[in-house]
Nanobody
Framework: QKQFVESGGALVQAGGSLRLSCAVS????????MGWFRQSPGNTYEFVAA????????YYADSVKGRFTISRDNAKNTVYLEMNRLKPEDTAVYYC????????????????WGLGTQVTVSS
């Protein structure tokens, strides 16, 4: 059974940093395109970042470009999201997701999801 477990969410002040992790088990991690999405109350899933299978290419939402970095360690079956210069509008539940076919920024095209980790940025 595939499991995607996010961790690293916390309450942080604006301008601070966090590193989220998503550990994957029960599947072939290296075969997945991985993405991070977020959802704040009353909103749909918002694309944050995505990374190709070997980690050679990364994609970012304009709202996080230059502040967030997605990376992966295929030996550890883990994808990361380094978040710097956090803003109150970054407050959301952050989810990792996996897609089999190809890279995507659309939440509906991802095959597997974690349960999320809460990030709260205070002003």
């Amino acid at each position: 059974q595939k499991q995607f477990v996010e961790s690293g969410g916390a309450l942080v002040q604006a301008g601070g940093s966090l590193r989220l992790s998503c550990a994957v088990s029960g599947g072939t991690f290296g075969s997945y395109f991985m993405g991070w999405f977020r959802q704040s109350p009353g909103n749909t899933y918002e694309f944050v970042a995505a990374i190709t299978r070997a980690g050679g290419n990364q994609y970012y939402a304009d709202s996080v470009k230059g502040r967030f970095t997605i990376s992966r360690d295929n030996a550890k079956n883990t994808v990361y999201l380094e978040m710097n210069r956090l803003k109150p509008e970054d407050t959301a539940v952050y989810y990792c997701a996996a897609r089999i076919l190809e890279i995507s920024t659309r939440a509906g095209e991802y095959n597997y999801w974690g349960l999320g980790t809460q990030v709260t940025v205070s002003s």
